[in-house]
């Protein structure tokens, strides 16, 4: 894929997570699954506290979103901090 088609993708996915904020009917759960799949960024706890660490406000919506169990146990919280 050429940089700009991964650019205006990139735009898409932005656009869909900030309305999706406002309004979460916009995306669906297996869209923003799909979404992070598309952007390299595999579904599950590590990468969601990856991005909660690396301040990616906008992936760590698509976390929200896609309604990823972010429940873990208070003694393994510190492997992510």
Aim: aromatic share 8%; proline share 1%; charged share 20%.
């Amino acid at each position: 894929m050429g940089k700009i088609k991964i650019i205006i993708c990139l735009m898409g996915v932005i656009f869909l997570v900030n309305t999706a904020h406002t309004n979460p009917n916009i995306m669906s759960a297996n869209e923003a699954r799909k979404a992070l799949a598309a952007l390299g960024i595999s579904y599950g706890i590590d990468s969601y506290f990856k991005a909660v660490k690396d301040d990616d406000v906008n992936i760590v919506k698509l976390f929200h979103i896609s309604g990823v169990d972010i429940d873990i146990q208070h003694t393994h919280i510190n492997r992510y901090l």
